[in-house]
């Protein structure tokens, strides 16, 4: 019971090719700047940093350029669009919220994502 801090879901998907899925993170505590997204793939490796948006500023790591796109803003909505899908991005995304661009993370909510072969 009790409310969750963090509400992790798939928002939209697109299933014809190419096909496009949004995830969104919203938290009810507007008082954190720094919002992250990370993939954990099937094989169950380390959290892979996808990017992160500080207030509505988004910053996406190269690895996952041009594909994966964030935006929204980090103290409410964030939103996590995923372009031309395959099997393989069915993984674990995860967001966190930080007071820190650089510090232990508040709280981490996933959502485990399987993407079938078009």
């Known amino acids: 019971g009790g ?31 720094y919002l992250f997204w990370y993939q954990q793939n099937n094989e169950g490796r380390s959290l892979e940093l996808i990017g992160m948006l500080t207030y509505g500023e988004p910053s996406t790591e190269d690895k996952f350029k041009p594909r994966f796109v964030l935006s929204g803003h980090a103290t409410k909505d ?19 919220a930080s007071l820190h661009s650089h510090s232990i993370h508040y709280k981490l909510c996933q959502i485990t994502v399987h993407f079938a072969p078009v």
């Open 78 to 96: 964030a939103f996590l669009l995923i372009s031309s899908i395959s099997a393989e991005d069915s993984a674990v995304y995860f967001c966190a």
């Open 3 to 33: 409310s969750r801090l963090f509400d992790v879901h798939v928002l939209l998907c697109i299933p014809h090719p190419p096909v496009v899925c949004v995830l969104s993170c919203n938290h009810v505590d507007s008082s954190y700047p």
